[in-house]
């Protein structure tokens, strides 16, 4: 038997939340985040009698989608509906609306930057279900208002191989479906989730089972989930080439990092799938029109694009930003636009562009994303302005605050959460105006005092330790030194 370790095969199923106004099959409003329970009617609650009709938004949205991957619409003639049946909760009618063997899209592809193509097996559309959260003393809240919000599914096969892939994978489906105008997928409000189906293989054609992983809301928890899964499965139990191997489901825990059983999976047969009564077939010449349109959209949210990357190329040589700067921030615009406000304001108040466009960039890139990673990662928590990042700026240039204390002191602190005058708040905290000469001179001196054997070391030759000496006056002063001026002193004392 070779000795070569296992192979990792995953396929991904996501599950994207159509960019509609309306619900699937009712004209129920979409709302993230409305009272519990108020967006509903007999169609999506399933009281008996109640009839669905199809969202047209919803089907050019899921054909846009479906052309954005590479798919061809309705390949069998026809699209069906049909019912998948099972006893949840959050289910009020008993059965979700979906689309079994007649989907909407199917055999689409991405390619990966290493080339890998990652085949798309199907992507059909279907309608959400409500949600359950769980109260405190056992008690179970439902929330009928996703019910009937449409879904695309899209299937891939199993051709994704690591963590990394299933990563690129994602983010790659994430931009064709903005780009469509399909869907926002926003992770945060459960617009996009993804459910990775993981096994091994060996040379010999053996295999684990496959653990479909479920409830992964971030990129982060996927590339751990699947990473953590893929580590667990080398324990096996092995399965012989050839045998059906089992499927089981996990969940995810993201504070212990670890997979967790939840059940062994139900099977096709399992959901007593039927075709839906209540919705006519769609036959491909009554799509063809969705087709049409679709692909020119396409084609125009494509030349846009490019504009909108020449446009970036020529602002990025006019500020000199490195490449991948200029591609967070001007490109694919990860910030929202508040580079460019930012920078629009500092070249207002005077900051030639060369010099605006720099700092401003690391500043986006550097604390502001830190900050903004930590809560959430979404750039709405930023509530300072345009207005107030250029005049932190001013600080900055005219020497009113040195460019530590505006990283450390009020990029990285609570300002940018509250935004406001800059000055007010760094003077309120005594971190306004460059520390005066003796006050650096007194530092310096106490510095050097304390350390006597750096001071024999560097006298000795090894100037290297110099910087230790540096680092510790800056701490002292709070990043408020001059750090030429303090150079300048401690070469006097040395
Ligand atoms: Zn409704």
Same mark, same amino acid.
């Given at each position: ?294 692909? @020119? &959209? #396409? *084609? $125009? %949210? ?5 504009? !909108? =990357?020449?446009?970036?190329? /020529?602002? +990025? ?23 460019? @406000? &930012? #920078? *629009? $304001? %500092? ?5 030639? !562009? =060369?010099?605006?466009?720099? /700092?401003? +960039? ?23 302005? @345009?207005?107030?990042? $250029? %005049? ?42 460059? $520390? ?59």
């Amino acid at each position: 038997m070779s000795a070569r370790p296992p192979r990792l095969v995953v396929g991904v199923e996501v599950h994207v939340q159509l960019a509609t106004r309306t619900k699937a099959f009712c004209a129920c409003p979409v709302e993230f985040g409305a009272e519990p329970n108020a967006l509903c009617c007999p169609v999506c609650l399933g009281h008996p009698g109640a009839l669905p009709t199809l969202n047209r938004g919803a089907l050019a949205a899921a054909v846009r989608a479906g052309l954005a991957l590479g798919c061809a619409v309705a390949p069998r003639g026809a699209v069906r509906w049909d019912r998948k049946n099972y006893f949840y909760p959050d289910l009020p009618k008993g059965y979700q609306i979906t689309q079994y063997d007649h989907p909407l899209c199917e055999n689409g592809a991405l390619a990966l930057s290493d080339g890998t193509r990652v085949r798309i097996r199907r992507a059909h559309l279907e309608e959400d279900t409500g949600k359950s959260s769980h109260a405190g003393d056992g008690e179970t809240l439902v929330d009928f208002n996703r019910c009937g919000v449409p879904l695309l599914e899209i299937v891939t096969e199993p051709d994704l191989g690591s963590a990394a892939a299933v990563e690129e994978y994602l983010r790659l489906l994430r931009d064709r479906m903005i780009l469509a105008g399909a869907s926002s997928c926003s992770m945060e409000k459960g617009e996009m989730r993804c459910e990775p189906n993981v096994s091994l293989v060996r040379g010999d054609g053996s295999s684990t089972g496959i653990s479909e992983l479920k409830n992964l809301n971030s990129f982060a928890a996927v590339r751990a989930a699947v990473a953590f899964e893929a580590k667990r499965l080398e324990e096996g139990p092995w399965h012989p080439a050839g045998a059906a191997p089992p499927r089981t489901t996990y969940g995810w825990d993201d504070a212990g990092g670890r997979t967790i059983l939840q059940r062994t999976k139900e099977t096709a047969a399992d959901y007593r799938y039927f075709p839906e009564p209540d919705l006519p077939d769609l036959p491909a010449e009554a799509l063809a029109g969705f087709v049409a349109e679709g692909r @020119a &959209a #396409l *084609a $125009a %949210a494509d030349a846009d694009r490019s504009a !909108a =990357a020449g446009r970036a190329r /020529a602002e +990025a040589v006019r500020l000199g930003l490195a490449a991948d700067q200029a591609d967070l921030l001007l490109v694919r615009d990860l910030t929202g636009g508040r580079f460019a @406000a &930012a #920078l *629009a $304001a %500092a070249e207002g108040a005077g900051a030639p !562009a =060369a010099e605006a466009g720099p /700092a401003l +960039a690391g500043w986006f890139l550097g604390p502001l994303a830190g900050w903004v990673n930590g809560r959430g990662g979404d750039w709405a928590a930023l509530r300072a302005s @345009a207005g107030d990042l $250029a %005049a932190a700026l001013g600080l900055q240039r005219t020497g009113k605050a040195t460019a530590q204390v505006v990283k450390e002191h009020l990029l990285a602190g609570e300002w940018p959460g509250t935004g406001g005058d800059p000055a007010a708040f760094l003077a309120g905290r005594g971190l306004l105006g460059g $520390a005066g000469e003796e006050a650096v001179r007194a530092a310096c001196a106490e510095v050097v005092a304390a350390n006597p054997d750096v001071v024999a070391k560097i006298r000795a030759g090894k100037t290297a330790a110099r910087g230790a000496l540096v680092g510790q006056v800056m701490k002292r002063m709070r990043g408020t030194a001059d750090p030429g001026a303090v150079n300048r002193i401690l070469d006097g004392l040395l």
